[in-house]
């Protein structure tokens, strides 16, 4: 038997629930959107991109062996081949210092060029090598560092001949890597069930636990002495400058999301950008205690899971199929 008070009962119940999740999800927008939507003649998943010394010039590199370079700080990017034979390689990092670059990728490879990739040799690596290749990054004339996928760290200082084992072993299956400025590391096991830490004079990863239920998504340094750390359901949190061990409280910039964080950055050491799945982009101004949504990006169809500033004027972020934004400050966008 049809019941009027009931139903009005059920309307007042499901408009009070769709406004607390409007409520819920109500970030500031920005003031502006600083991103430009970059089109590139590809649908492979891109992985990294790195610049020469001449801030115009750089590189992009990503899965099936793909390979873009772009002379006009990158506006317009223009594809290029590499003789690796009939296999395709996921490249996953490239590195410059001055006009020598270095890129590695799966299943074992290095690349090095010494004329701003004007043209590019092959390396051979040993056979025992532990895992493949991950990241590498130039550090200067003839040297340059480079993580495996299992943890590994190895750095070179005569232009790839030879290189010197930073660890004793291996830490295991990594889901991400990161290095800061001085040498440091921190990596998310592939579970993200916890996370690892070295630094120069250590011979060995120090593990720790995650500090709390959520799975670990990806972690890193910031440009104000701190340690970020994305977690599963949306959330960052940060450490105290003076003590990285000490977590600040938890923060959950946008509540009751449905997509997750993948990726921070910081442009300055106030600003800091993260990007997140379904075209979700978030900025905070002040180093993390308020938050901003980029509602500009919202329509680009694509998981944002790599962000990398270059400089503070020199911005990329990376997603799925052959999708590139491109960092243009304020003065370009508006």
Aim: glycine share 12%; with cysteine; net charge negative.
């Amino acid at each position: 038997m049809f019941s009027p008070l009931k139903f009005w009962q059920k309307i007042v119940v499901l408009v009070a629930v769709v406004l607390l999740c409007v409520g819920c999800s109500s970030v500031p927008s920005t003031s502006y959107n600083p991103w430009e939507v970059v089109t590139l003649p590809t649908d492979v998943n891109l992985q990294d991109v790195g610049f020469t010394d001449d801030t115009q010039h750089g590189w992009l590199v990503g899965n099936k062996s793909a390979l873009f370079e772009t002379k006009d700080g990158g506006k317009t990017w223009q594809q290029k081949s590499l003789d690796l034979g009939d296999k395709n390689f996921i490249l996953s990092s490239v590195s410059f210092s001055g006009q020598e670059g270095w890129i590695v990728g799966e299943p074992s490879l290095l690349l090095h060029t010494n004329d701003g990739g004007e043209t590019w040799s092959r390396i051979l690596l040993s056979e025992k090598l532990p895992g493949n290749p991950n990241t590498i990054v130039a550090l200067g004339q003839q040297s340059a560092e480079m993580t495996t996928d299992v943890g590994a760290i190895y750095r070179t200082t005569d232009g790839g001949k030879n290189w010197k084992a930073m660890v004793q072993e291996a830490v295991g299956v990594l889901r991400n890597v990161a290095r800061s400025e001085d040498g440091k590391y921190i990596a998310v096991s592939a579970k993200g069930n916890f996370y690892s830490t070295w630094e120069p004079g250590q011979t060995a990863w120090q593990g720790h636990n995650r500090n709390s239920s959520r799975r670990l998504q990806n972690m890193g340094f910031g440009k104000d002495g701190r340690v970020w750390m994305l977690a599963r359901g949306g959330q960052v949190q940060f450490t105290k400058a003076d003590n990285t061990e000490e977590w600040e409280e938890v923060q959950n910039p946008e509540l009751s999301t449905s997509w997750g964080l993948l990726d921070l950055a910081y442009r300055t050491p106030e600003e800091i950008w993260v990007t997140g799945g379904s075209g979700n982009l978030l900025c905070s101004p002040d180093g993390g205690k308020t938050w901003q949504k980029d509602r500009g990006v919202e329509s680009v169809p694509s998981n944002l899971y790599k962000i990398v500033f270059l400089s503070p004027e020199k911005g990329f972020i990376i997603g799925q199929r052959g999708i590139l934004l491109r960092y243009q400050g304020q003065a370009e966008s508006a």
